[in-house]
């Protein structure tokens, strides 16, 4: 079974947040490092801060969808804070897949990635201000 990813990268350079979905994160983490992609190749490096797994890919451009249209710093950086708690016990380093990106001696290597939820990234349970798309209920 594939599995789906939704993830964030955030620009060495300035702090600016990309956010995308994809099979294969390490991949594309690449791929935006080399400079592939039109809006990232201004902004290198870059470096995976946040990501959720799915088990669909419609699934996951929900999340991408829902995700994008926040445009809010404060509840990107929220999310990620929380996601390294639950992933590093600490907000400290950045995510690792399957040996890609290894800022900090703290972190463990992740060999089967599963996404618990965090009550940062879902409007019901954030307690801060969510943006709604056209076509999302409110």
Not at 106 to 132: C, D, Q, T
Request: glycine share 8%; aromatic share 14%; charged share 30%.
């Amino acid at each position: 079974m594939k599995t789906f990813f939704v993830y964030i990268i955030e620009s060495t350079q300035n702090g600016k947040y990309y956010i995308g979905q994809t099979e294969d994160v390490d991949k594309r983490l690449n791929y935006h490092n080399q400079g592939l992609s039109r809006f990232t190749s201004k902004y290198l490096p870059w470096k995976l801060v946040y990501f959720e797994e799915f088990e669909s890919r419609t699934e996951a451009m929900k999340r991408e969808k829902f995700l994008k249209n926040q445009k809010n710093r404060e509840f990107y950086g929220k999310l990620i804070n929380e996601f390294k708690i639950k992933r590093f016990g600490s907000s400290a380093g950045t995510p690792r897949i399957r040996g890609c990106l290894a800022d900090t001696n703290k972190m463990k290597r992740i060999k089967k990635l599963k996404w618990f939820g965090s009550s940062a990234g879902y409007p019901e349970n954030s307690g801060m201000p969510v943006r709604h798309g056209q076509d999302e209920e409110d």
